[in-house]
C-alpha cells in the first residue's frame, strides 16, 4: 500500500499546472482590425474589441449602459511599430482567435499597399490569414470599424453577416480572405481582389445613442463592388455588373445568384435568379494565341418584370429568355473586355495555362502582354426559365 501511495504522489508531481496560460478576465477578444494611413503618413492601427461588460442586462436587478464593442487605435511609422504601440495601450492581452475583418482603408491601400500587412501577419505567431478583406472605398477603416450597425451593433459582424444574406447585388457566397490574396499575388502570379464596403449614410454613427434612432440607414453600411490590385497596391474599382461576372467566372456566386438586366426597350428592369448552373470558364493556347471560352448552363426563376415581352404566350417566354441569355452574354464579354483594357490577370488566366498546357505556355510567356490583349473571347449561354411566373399578365390591359 505504502509503496502504491508512493507511486501516486510522484505521478502527481509529474503533472503540468497552468501558470503560463491566461484566464479569460486577463484578455481583450479582439473581433476586427483595421489599417489606415495617417496625416503624417504613418500606420494607423484600429483595433476593434467586445467589452466583457457591455452586455449586462437583467442581473442583479440592474443593466449596462457600456457599449459592447470598443475600438483602440495607435500609429506607428510601420505596421510593427503601429502593433506594438498599441499593445502597450491595452488593458488586457489581445486575443486574436475571433477576429473575422480586416479592413482597409483606401488611401492606405493605394499609397502603401498590402506587402508590408501580409509580410507581418503570415509571421506573427496568434495571427491568421482566413479572416474576410475588405477595402474602405473612398473611406478610412477607422470609418467603418466605428460604426454601431443597427441589429449587430458591430460592423464587423454585419460585414460577415452580409455574404449569407441571398439577393446581394455582388453574388459572392463567401467572400474574399486575406489568404485568397496571398494565394493569388504571392503564389498564382496573379492580380488580387478585396471586397469594397462602405457606409450608406455619412451621418457619425459612432456614437452609442444613434442606435436609438429608427432611422437605420444612419448606421449602416453595404458592400460595394471589388478592388482591384497590381501585385499589393489598389488601382481600380470594378463596376457591380464586373464584380458579378467576375463571381461567376471564378465560381465563387451563391447557388441561387441573383440577376438584374434591364428591358429590351431600355426602361425597367428584369429579375430572376440564377440557380443549378454549370460553367466553364477555361482560358486555351490555339494557334499561338489565348481564346477563353465560357460556356454556363442554368436555370432561370423569374422574380418580376417591369416590361414587355408577355408572359402569357410562350413566344413571350422565349423572347424573355432569349433577352436574358443575350444580356448574359454582353456582361461577360464586357467584364473580360475590361479586364484586358486594365492590362490586370484578376480572373487568373496565367496560371490556369501554367497549370494545363506548361509546355506551351513556357514557350510563349514572355509575350503574355500582346497575347493578353489579343485574347478571344468566345461565350455560350443555355438556359432554360423554370418558372416564369404567376397567374396575373404583366401586359393586361388596366383601363
Not at 499575388?185 to 462602405?198: F, S
Not at 410562350?314 to 464586357?334: C, R, V, Y
Request: with cysteine; charged share 25%.
Amino acid at each position: 500500500m505504502r509503496k502504491k501511495l508512493l507511486l501516486l504522489c510522484m505521478f502527481f508531481l509529474l503533472l503540468c499546472g497552468c501558470s503560463a496560460q491566461n484566464e479569460l478576465d486577463e484578455l481583450l477578444v479582439l473581433t476586427g482590425i483595421g489599417i489606415d494611413e495617417s496625416e503624417d503618413g504613418n500606420v494607423k492601427l484600429i483595433f476593434r474589441a467586445v467589452n466583457p461588460h457591455g452586455s449586462k442586462s437583467g442581473m442583479e436587478g440592474g443593466s449596462s449602459s457600456q457599449s459592447p464593442n470598443y475600438t483602440f487605435t495607435s500609429e506607428g511609422k510601420n505596421i510593427i511599430e503601429a502593433f506594438s504601440n498599441m499593445h502597450s495601450i491595452l488593458g488586457r492581452q489581445p486575443f486574436y482567435s475571433h477576429v473575422t475583418a480586416l479592413v482597409i482603408g483606401e488611401a492606405f491601400a493605394r499609397n502603401k499597399g498590402l506587402k508590408d500587412i501580409v509580410n507581418y501577419m503570415e509571421r506573427h505567431d496568434q495571427l491568421r490569414d482566413s479572416y474576410l478583406l475588405f477595402v474602405a472605398k473612398e473611406s478610412s477603416a477607422e470609418s467603418i470599424m466605428n460604426v454601431f450597425t443597427p441589429i449587430e451593433n458591430s460592423s464587423v459582424f454585419t460585414m460577415e453577416s452580409m455574404f449569407n444574406i441571398t439577393g446581394g447585388a455582388n453574388t459572392m457566397a463567401d467572400g474574399i480572405k486575406l489568404e485568397d490574396f496571398i494565394k493569388w499575388v504571392y503564389g498564382d502570379d496573379r492580380a488580387g481582389a478585396a471586397m469594397g464596403v462602405e457606409k450608406v449614410d455619412t451621418h457619425s454613427s459612432s456614437n452609442l445613442d444613434t442606435l436609438n434612432n429608427i432611422d437605420g440607414n444612419l448606421n449602416a453600411i453595404r458592400l460595394t463592388s471589388l478592388g482591384i490590385f497590381n501585385k499589393s497596391r489598389l488601382t481600380e474599382w470594378l463596376s457591380i455588373k464586373d464584380t458579378r461576372t467576375f463571381a461567376f467566372l471564378t465560381d465563387t456566386a451563391s447557388s441561387s445568384a441573383p440577376y438584374t438586366i434591364a428591358c429590351p426597350e431600355g426602361e425597367g428592369s428584369i429579375s430572376f435568379l440564377l440557380k443549378e448552373r454549370n460553367i466553364k470558364a477555361e482560358p486555351k493556347l490555339e494557334d499561338g494565341r489565348i481564346v477563353y471560352h465560357v460556356d454556363l448552363k442554368g436555370g432561370v426563376i423569374l422574380d418580376g418584370l417591369t416590361c414587355p415581352p408577355s408572359l402569357a404566350s410562350q413566344d413571350g417566354i422565349s423572347s424573355l429568355q432569349n433577352w436574358i441569355k443575350e444580356s448574359l452574354k454582353q456582361d461577360f464579354l464586357e467584364a473580360l473586355e475590361n479586364a484586358k483594357r486594365s492590362n490586370l490577370d484578376y480572373f487568373g488566366i496565367k496560371n490556369h495555362l501554367y497549370r494545363n498546357d506548361t509546355r506551351q505556355w513556357e514557350q510563349m510567356k514572355d509575350n503574355w502582354e500582346q497575347l493578353y490583349a489579343e485574347m478571344e473571347i468566345k461565350v455560350n449561354i443555355r438556359i432554360f426559365m423554370e418558372s416564369p411566373g404567376a397567374r396575373v399578365d404583366n401586359n393586361e390591359d388596366e383601363s
